[in-house]
C-alpha cells in the first residue's frame, strides 16, 4: 500500500485529454516536488515531468503536470496511440526518509 | 550521453544474497547520486535506495535490514546487496542516476534492468 495514491487505471479515446491524479500527504507531496514517470511495457521509466510541472528535453507538450497542496496531477492532451502506458508519480516523503512511488496508472488508448 | 550497464546473476535460491553491479559511462559521475529501484513482475516500481559519490547511503524503510549500496569511484561503478531473498524479492531490478543536490525523485537514466528470480 503506497502512501502516494495514483487510480489503477485511465482511458480515453485519441486526441481526448486525460487527467492522471496522484494523492498523497504534507509529508510527500505537500512539501516536495513531484516526478512522473512513463513506462511501457518491458522497458526502463522515462522521465516525462520534473519539479511538479518541467518537462525535459524532448518530451512534447502535449504532457504537463501540476500540483496543488498535497494532490499532483498529470494532464495529457491529444492523446495518441503510443501514449499508451503506465505512469507513475514520485515524490521524496520527509517522514520515511525515502522516495515514494505511486501505484502507477495504467493508461488505455480506447 | 549517459548510459548504464548493469550485470549480476539473475537466479537465486532463498536466503542467498542477490548482487548487483551498475557501470557509468559518460556524464559526470561524482556530482550525482546513484539509485536502485525494483518492480516485481506486473506490478509497480519500488525505490531501494540511493548513494552519492562520498558513499553517503539511503535506504528504503522497508529493505533496510537486508540491502547495502556501495560505490567505487575508481571504475564508475555502484553496486546492490540484498540478504536472505526470499520470493518476494523476484523482480527487475533498474540501476539509475539521480539527482544533483540530494534524493528528490528524479531519475533521469536508467539501465536496462535484470530480471532477478528467487526459487528453490
Known amino acids: 500500500q503506497s502512501v502516494v495514491t495514483q487510480p489503477p487505471s485511465a482511458s480515453a479515446t485519441p486526441g481526448q485529454r486525460v487527467t492522471i491524479s496522484c494523492s498523497g500527504s504534507s509529508s510527500n507531496i505537500g512539501n516536495n516536488y513531484v516526478y512522473w514517470y512513463q513506462q511501457f511495457l518491458g522497458t526502463a521509466p522515462k522521465l516525462l515531468i520534473h519539479r511538479n510541472d518541467q518537462r525535459p528535453s524532448g518530451v512534447p507538450d502535449r504532457f504537463s503536470g501540476s500540483k496543488s497542496g498535497t494532490s499532483a496531477s498529470l494532464a495529457i492532451s491529444g492523446l495518441r496511440s503510443e501514449d499508451e502506458a503506465d505512469y507513475y508519480c514520485?515524490?521524496?516523503?520527509?517522514?520515511?526518509?525515502?522516495?515514494?512511488f505511486g501505484g502507477g496508472t495504467k493508461l488505455t488508448v480506447l | 550521453q549517459v548510459q548504464l550497464q548493469q550485470w549480476g546473476a539473475g537466479l537465486l535460491k532463498p536466503s542467498e544474497t542477490l548482487s548487483l553491479t551498475c557501470a557509468v559511462y559518460g556524464g559526470s559521475f561524482s556530482g550525482y547520486f546513484w539509485t536502485w529501484i525494483r518492480q516485481p513482475p506486473g506490478k509497480g516500481l519500488e525505490w531501494i535506495g540511493e548513494i552519492n559519490y562520498s558513499g553517503s547511503t539511503y535506504y528504503s524503510p522497508s529493505l533496510k535490514s537486508r540491502v547495502s549500496i556501495s560505490i567505487d569511484t575508481s571504475k564508475n561503478q555502484f553496486s546492490l546487496k540484498l540478504t536472505s531473498v526470499t520470493a518476494a524479492d523476484t523482480a527487475v531490478y533498474y540501476c539509475?542516476?539521480?539527482?544533483?543536490?540530494?534524493?528528490?525523485?528524479?531519475?533521469?537514466?536508467w539501465g536496462l534492468g535484470t530480471l532477478v528470480t528467487v526459487s528453490s
Open positions: 539509475a542516476r539521480g539527482g544533483m543536490t540530494g534524493i528528490t525523485g528524479r531519475i533521469d537514466y
Open positions: 514520485v515524490a521524496w516523503d520527509d517522514s520515511l526518509s525515502a522516495v515514494v
